[in-house]
């Protein structure tokens, strides 16, 4: 007589922390062969970890904007202004997600107006010199949100970003890049000549 398979235990599928979301268990050579979960990034970690890249170009611009001759400070704080637009064009995205009651085509109304006043700025800004900020804490909060142990809890607290970004090496860049991974982000693609080029999280997730 032929076993009949047991059925799933419905109610620890349903209430389990990483059941709704993909994710992946992992073998980390380095870590004495631990097996780690790496989740996809949820919403909520996409706002916090496009904030802390602008604090970080926020940090970046200012340092370039001490000494600069008047034009470029200009241009710098055209940056600043984009940066901050940014932020709020997130800020929005999140909320008309979470909002219900709102006129028919109100909320993509709402993004193409954001979306003009950051490529107005951005236009503005272009002349600006490139400014590049420490993304290490942003890319280390993204392991801290995204790693996990088999009963569905966090391995690291929010507290351990800075501990984690003061140690990152390419261990934890790997698990970074699996969860960006799992999240939908492509890290490379073709370039003009064909060879893959390395892809911004930021720009690529826009409001993910």
Known sequence: MTKQAAAPNLRALATHPLAPFKHERIVVPEWNNATVIVRQLVAGDWVDYRAAIAKAQREALKSAFDGADEQTQQLYKLSR????????????????????????????????????????????????????????????????????????TRVLPDEDVAAVAASFSDVHARLVDKAFELSGITLEKPGPDGEPVPVDPVAEAGNA
Not at 108 to 126: C, D, F, M, Y
Request: charged letters at 25%; hydrophobic letters at 50%.
């Open 81 to 152: 202004a984009l940066t901050v637009a940014d932020e709020f064009y997130q800020r929005v995205g999140v909320a008309l997600e979470a909002e219900e009651e709102l006129p028919d085509g109100f909320r993509p109304r709402a993004r193409n107006e954001v979306r003009r006043l950051a490529a107005a700025l951005a236009e503005a800004a272009s002349d600006a010199p490139a400014v590049v900020g420490n993304v290490i804490p942003a890319t280390a909060l993204v392991l801290v949100r995204t790693l996990f142990n088999e009963d569905g």
